[in-house]
T-cell receptor
Framework: DQQVKQNSPSLSVQEGRISILNCDYT??????FLWYKKYPAEGPTFLIS?????DKNEDGRFTVFLNKSAKHLSLHIVPSQPGDSAVYFC???????????????FGQGTILTVHP | SQTIHQWPATLVQPVGSPLSLECTVE??????LYWYRQAAGRGLQLLFY??????ISSEVPQNLSASRPQDRQFILSSKKLLLSDSGFYLC???????????????FGPGTRLTVL
């Protein structure tokens, strides 16, 4: 049972344009969401996160939107740069009650390619 | 600042041989520690997590085991490797404050394991 899904395996965007990466989840207990960026043969790098009490969080060129009713979140990158080309993973945590021990459930990833 | 180390970076092992991968964290105390595996073309699968010395929780049944002999050391082992154990192994840590665990996890550089 895939509780976190990234239905687009890949996305291609022109430099300077907006990149929108999508993620859906099924577990209503998830209340904290994160995005990671991963280059080949390296560990994932934390990008941005959002708590379920918010619907938007912004950090520089990166903005994450959360739609709890649709169980959907998205990562917007504006403007996109060639260096953003990587695999992007969304992840979710059910932290209510403090017993999750920070365990994350990851999506399958989306390969973003930004063309110069 | 905190850093996380993993070694070796790459490993080629024959089927049936033992395995030991090591992960150490610097700059923090009493972290949560995690082992993940990324199979080719797949997302990150949580294998084990630890909330303290000697405390190991397994997420999936498998041919692997984990140990935490020291606060900032996490070891992934196998007595006899299978072909299906090939993959990219990642160690991660997360911090805590006031008894609650932070959701953000920070990953090491990973170990590429090939079982032949």
């Amino acid at each position: 049972d895939q509780q976190v899904k990234q239905n687009s395996p890949s996305l291609s965007v022109q430099e300077g344009r907006i990149s929108i990466l999508n993620c859906d989840y099924t577990n209503s207990m998830f209340d904290y969401f994160l995005w990671y960026k991963k280059y080949p043969a390296e560990g994932p790098t934390f990008l941005i996160s959002i708590s379920s009490i918010k619907d938007k969080n912004e950090d520089g060129r990166f903005t994450v939107f959360l739609n709890k009713s649709a169980k959907h979140l998205s990562l917007h990158i504006v403007p996109s740069q060639p260096g953003d080309s990587a695999v992007y993973f969304c992840a979710a945590s059910a932290s209510a009650g403090g017993t999750s021990y920070g365990k994350l459930t990851f999506g399958q990833g989306t390969i973003l390619t930004v063309h110069p | 600042s905190q850093t996380i180390h993993q070694w070796p970076a790459t490993l080629v092992q024959p089927v049936g041989s033992p395995l030991s991968l090591e992960c150490t964290v610097e700059g923090t105390s009493n972290p949560n520690l995690y082992w993940y595996r990324q199979a080719a073309g797949r997302g990150l699968q949580l294998l084990f997590y630890s909330v303290g010395i000697g405390q190991i929780s397994s997420e999936v049944p498998q041919n692997l085991s984990a140990s935490r002999p020291q606060d900032r050391q996490f070891i992934l082992s196998s007595k006899k490797l299978l072909l299906s154990d090939s993959g990219f192994y990642l160690c991660a840590w997360s911090g805590r404050a006031s008894g609650r665990f932070y959701n953000e996890q920070f990953f090491g550089p990973g170990t590429r394991l090939t079982v032949l």
